[in-house]
């Protein structure tokens, strides 16, 4: 592909119209849809999107837009999909790829440490009680016995999944005097052994961990994978989190493993449907033992900042002829090269 001017489809943008300038600057066209920060933003039909993206070279989407084959087709000119964050679970990459349609992400080093951090925090909130404590204070009560938390050393934390952010989160607790455990069939065991870390299978891992900490990708294999068996695994007095994708787990069966004290807390912070449905069974668990976040544990402006730059970049490169630096779906380039 030669280098060129690009219409650029921007579907949701979380921050000012000016931050785009960049494309601007380089002379590209660029249509701004719904802002993400307006109220009661909704995710665009798929209608929606085809009429909207029909003139795109390049499509920069939100968190909520579904990229589907029909979108895709319907943009005779469409060359890149790109997401300024990482997960690109709602475009239909093998699609993309017999389009010809290249599908990039932002994987800022920002992107791996603030759900790292997140990750941590949840922890301690689950351990320490926190919100059974704030509860108590806020009726205007004081603390009893039965509230006092317990130690994060000394437990064995599970990471299921040990890529980038499982990497940071491992990172992060090698000093809190913990045993590390992973489940990732994808990652060498001197690779894990570096970081500290034994891998283990997953029954393993579920049977033993008294922290579990999902960091899956989401994949056909992965979708749905924990589940009433895998919750029913673990002890009575485990934690379970989930920070990577709400379809990776059974939803009802988290709600119930709660509910039901199979495990004895959870925090959540993805949905397999966001916003989180008003009659979704997480709503009827008890709050003081299952913490509900709306996908934003880990966004901070200094985040976002760095994962739209990354993005701009990228779009930027294909401008003047160059694949994107951080493309899902290389095997696809050679087709892209030849688009007029």
Request: glycine share 8%.
């Amino acid at each position: 592909m030669t280098a060129r001017r690009l219409t650029v489809i921007a579907t949701g943008p979380s921050g000012p119209s000016e931050e785009l300038d960049p494309l601007r600057r380089a002379g590209h066209e660029v249509v701004i849809g719904r802002p993400l920060d307006t109220a009661s933003r909704r995710a665009y039909t798929e209608a929606e999107l085809i009429e909207q993206c029909r003139v795109a070279d390049v499509v920069l989407a939100s968190h909520l837009e579904r990229i589907t084959p029909a979108v895709m087709q319907h943009a005779e000119h469409l060359g890149l999909v790109i997401v300024p964050f990482i997960g690109v679970d709602k475009i239909d990459v093998p699609a993309a790829t017999r389009l010809g349609v290249l599908v990039a992400n932002s994987p800022t080093r920002e992107n791996f440490i603030a759900v790292a951090e997140a990750t941590i925090g949840l922890i301690l909130m689950l351990l320490k009680r926190i919100k059974r404590g704030e509860s108590r204070l806020r009726r205007g009560e004081w603390a009893r016995r039965e509230d006092r938390g317990d130690f994060l050393f000394g437990k064995t934390v599970g990471i299921v999944g040990l890529g980038r952010i499982g990497t940071h989160v491992a990172r992060r607790l090698v000093n809190w005097d913990v045993r590390l455990i992973a489940a990732d069939p994808y990652v060498p065991r001197d690779t894990a052994a570096a970081l500290g870390v034994t891998l283990v299978d997953l029954p393993t891992l579920l049977a033993e961990a008294d922290i579990v900490t999902v960091h899956a990708t989401l994949t056909d294999e992965t979708r749905g994978f924990i589940g009433e068996k895998e919750l029913r695994r673990m002890k009575a007095t485990a934690l379970f989190l989930n920070t990577a994708r709400g379809e990776l787990v059974d939803e009802a069966a988290v709600a119930r493993a709660v509910e039901e004290r199979w495990i004895a807390g959870a925090a959540v912070d993805a949905f397999a449907l966001e916003p989180l449905p008003p009659a979704h069974p997480y709503r009827d668990a008890d709050p003081e033992r299952l913490i509900l976040t709306p996908h934003n544990i880990a966004h901070s402006e200094a985040g976002r900042r760095a994962n739209l730059t990354l993005a701009l970049e990228q779009i930027l490169a294909v401008g003047r002829g160059e694949p994107p630096a951080h493309v899902i779906n290389p095997e696809a380039i050679a087709a892209w090269r030849m688009k007029p």
